[in-house]
């Protein structure tokens, strides 16, 4: 009886180590794909780029599993020109790219603009007005997407004619009307005596239970001498002239 007893339980406890490693590796699966997919994931995106892009002279980086999607991806960059990088996408036996969007699309271009002139501005902003740590960003307006002025790997210029907007992302010190237009105001001075000129100026703060968002502040708004009363206005009625203006404790 003893042995028979022994034998059902070493079955049962087998079975459940085996239950337990099946889901365990069903789980991997599902969230990291498995290395034979990969394998054949990285393979056919390979094939792909040597049928598709022969000339673009491409480096590409190992393909990750998305479990959101059920696709692997890899990413594709040229070894000669900054802007030419897209995705690429397996699933299932079938492969798409977004070579079209981000390089033809001048996605990438427009990024990296974007981002060469936040590093500018987040200086400017630490060294004119003190904010070491800000963290303020430059987006070029995605309408500039279909200028013919963006051009792939093109040099950085800060006089480029391209609509902007320059979001100060700061931890405001003043948190009053009066502080955030002084701070639009002095920005807004240290960014023209820099040559930095933006159609658009917004502002982000989040200081203890406090948060501040404006957006919608163009040059003549603060050359008028009325920022206070837009924004108050725009703070009691909504969106004024474009302007909107959001100050709340995060608890209300």
Known sequence: ????????????????????????????????????????????????????????????????????????????????????????????????????????????????????????AKDIIAKELGYEDNTTIVIYKKDELTNDVLELDMEFDRSLPLDSEVLIRVDLRDRTLEGIAKILTDAYKAFVDNDCNFSEYSLSSEVDSTYVSVHGVTPNDIESGELISLLEEAKNNGDVEGISVTIKEKNN
């Open 1 to 120: 009886m003893k042995n028979n007893r022994g034998k059902v339980l070493k079955v049962l406890v087998g079975v459940i180590v085996t239950a337990l490693i099946g889901g365990i590796l069903f789980f991997i699966n599902a969230f990291a794909g498995n290395p034979i997919s990969e394998m054949i994931a990285n393979k056919a995106i390979e094939k792909y780029v040597d049928e598709n892009y022969p000339s673009l002279d491409l480096e590409i980086e190992k393909a990750n599993y998305n479990f959101k999607t059920g696709a692997y991806m890899a990413r594709a960059k040229s070894k000669t020109s900054i802007d030419t990088k897209f995705p690429i996408y397996y699933r299932k036996g079938e492969i798409r790219d977004d070579y079209e969007s981000y390089v033809l699309g001048k996605f990438n271009t427009w990024q990296r603009l974007s981002d060469e002139y936040s590093v500018i």
